[in-house]
């Protein structure tokens, strides 16, 4: 019997997630299959439950909502209100993780950052700001500061926080310096879009977006034009699959450069639409 696994959002068009996950059910010669599916905000409680369904990703702008879907819960998922990740137990039940929390720890290891001690600013109080910020601490920082157009939001991500090593702040702090700044807005998504934010040379140490794009994003590449390292959500979203792919499959090997190499081929064949693509899409 086919397998079916699904990734929810909205919008999903654009996903290359379908790429990387059957790329690893063909390296495994597994009879499973996994699309792309846009679901509204009030369905993706319903959409999860789909008996058809063993299991799944949520990517934008759902993981919160996914999160109150769950019966089982992980520990990163009750942490952070967000969930990415779920699949369905023997007994029916849904169970759920967040695989952002891992695949940003990864993605940040891969281009040589440090949580312990740093400096953070982070863009958004989203579900992936939420994801981001709980992989943050578990590293080891000393303080970060949470930016958004929305203060409530932010604040509510502060307290979920529960520590005094992040706070929510109107602007970057004057003359202050910071070992990483964070875009986990969907700043980017579109052509169009502004920048997350305009960067100071000789301020920032490293600049992460978690939207993604062939030939890098537009605000990698600015920040790059100044000399600050840089990196987009690519590597991010090659770990939270390969992690998920284990929640799913414990014990199999993940076919992880085949997965990256389906994720940049897919990537690269949609460059000419002219679009950013975000974490876990």
Known sequence: MTLRYAL???PVDHSISPAMHRAAFRSWGLDAEYVARKVASEDIGR??????LAGGNVTLPHKLRAAE???????AVRATGACNCWWRRADGELEGDNTDVGGLRLALERVGFEAGGARVLVLGAGGAARGAVHALLEGGASSIEILNRT??????????????????????????????????TSLGLAAADPLPLALDRGRFDLAYDLVYAAGRTRWVRHARSLGIRAGDGLE???????????RWFPGRATPHHAMRAAAVQALDARAGRGSGRGSGA
């Open 151 to 184: 203060a409530a939001r932010a604040r509510a991500l502060m307290e979920a926080a529960g520590t005094r090593a992040v706070r929510v702040v109107e602007a970057p702090e004057l003359g202050a310096s910071y070992d990483l700044v964070l875009n986990a």
């Open 8 to 10: 929810l959002g909205d």
């Open 236 to 246: 991010m979203l090659v770990g939270q699959a390969a992690l998920s792919l284990e």
């Open 47 to 52: 959409a999860m439950r789909d008996p058809d």
């Open 69 to 75: 879907a769950l019966v089982r819960p992980s520990r």
